[in-house]
């Protein structure tokens, strides 16, 4: 956290010595003012690697207006967008040695920090965006950004990315036979990646730094992301073809640097994370509008939009995932997730 601060230089005396005293009293006099500026004043980066326009990037301006409301403007939050301060890895290990303040992350690279989280990305699990939120917002959602704290972050807030979807440039799919042999980009993530595998495809981790320029390049054939990824990054461009599969639901989250939070008040931990509330509201509301518009907005931009899945398929092929995975990663939690939409 970096105070913010103006400062001249120090005073030309043209041939004036200076007592002892009047140092030691110009030393204490700039000690004060710059203690006092580092309280009353700061300044911290809000890091995102997807566009600023899309629906991280509306969160993270939601999340500094309600800081700089709460603060009466003494905290200002400076959103970092595109992933100019590295991928989702780099942003969640920057936070654990303090160059990085806040981010907001996909639970991708998430699961390498706090396995637990690797329960939330199983496919299939969630029902609806309906559930997805009451759950997280709820009791388990709680007991899991707990577990951050123990790892150099904390957990501020679940936030959304959607339903995930498969996009190519190579053929329609419609059934888990249509993915075998597809080069796709996953998220670094041991469930996903296997899911995959599962379905016949070739799975391919990397940063979403990498992401479009591989498709443009021709190295994978496509990738999974919800509806607004799809949309506020121009995919049409990349891909022809997107199969609205709603594998998994894909939750973000809101850390904090453990390092930077301990820095602040109790006032101001508090002001963080109603902060953290606003950002997940926007971010939720703008999903929801793209997730009612995407479909129509991805067909007027030249992609075949597949609706007509078999989604039963697909669960079947994926069921060896759970079996392989499922009491490693939290097989009570996933059952308590499934309780909980009954």
Avoid: C
Wanted: net charge negative; charged share 25%; aromatic share 8%.
């Amino acid at each position: 956290m970096r105070a913010i601060f103006n400062q001249d230089g120090p005073n030309r005396m043209g041939g004036i010595r200076m007592t002892l005293r009047g140092i030691l009293a110009g030393a204490l006099l700039a000690t004060s003012a710059l203690t006092a500026t580092s309280l009353s004043a700061k300044e911290m980066n809000f890091a995102i690697v997807t566009p600023p326009d899309g629906h991280y990037g509306q969160g993270a301006k939601a999340f500094a207006e309600k800081m700089n409301e709460l603060s009466n403007g003494e905290i200002t939050i400076n959103v970092k967008a595109g992933g100019s301060l590295g991928g989702e890895r780099e942003l969640l290990e920057g936070e654990q040695i303090g160059t990085i303040e806040l981010a907001m992350t996909s639970t991708g690279p998430v699961g390498s920090f706090v396995p637990e989280i690797y329960a939330l990305d199983f496919p299939f699990l969630f029902n609806d965006y309906a559930s997805a939120h009451e759950i997280l917002d709820g009791e388990i959602g709680d007991e899991l950004l707990a577990k951050f704290e123990d790892k150099g972050m904390i957990g501020l807030a679940w936030s959304e990315n959607g339903f995930r979807h498969i996009t190519n440039s190579v053929k329609p799919v419609q059934t888990p036979a249509d993915v075998a042999g597809l080069k796709l980009r996953t998220m670094e993530n041991q469930v996903h990646i296997d899911a995959f595998k599962e379905l016949g495809a070739s799975p391919t981790p990397m940063s979403w730094t990498e992401v479009l320029t591989s498709l443009q390049q021709g190295t994978i054939d496509g990738q999974e992301n919800p509806i607004p990824i799809i949309v506020s990054n121009n995919m049409w461009d990349m891909q022809k073809y997107v199969t609205l599969t709603g594998h998994v639901y894909s939750p973000a989250v809101i850390t904090m640097s453990k390092i930077h939070w301990d820095q602040l008040s109790e006032e101001e931990q508090g002001w963080i994370r109603e902060a953290a509330k606003a950002g997940v509201e926007a971010t939720r509301a703008v999903v929801a509008e793209t997730e009612t518009n995407g479909v129509a907005t991805m067909r007027e931009n030249g992609m075949e939009v597949i609706e007509d899945v078999d989604k039963k398929a697909f669960q079947d092929a994926v069921q060896p995932t759970y079996d392989r995975y499922g009491k490693e990663y939290g097989e009570a939690m996933i059952q308590r997730i499934r309780d909980a939409q009954k």
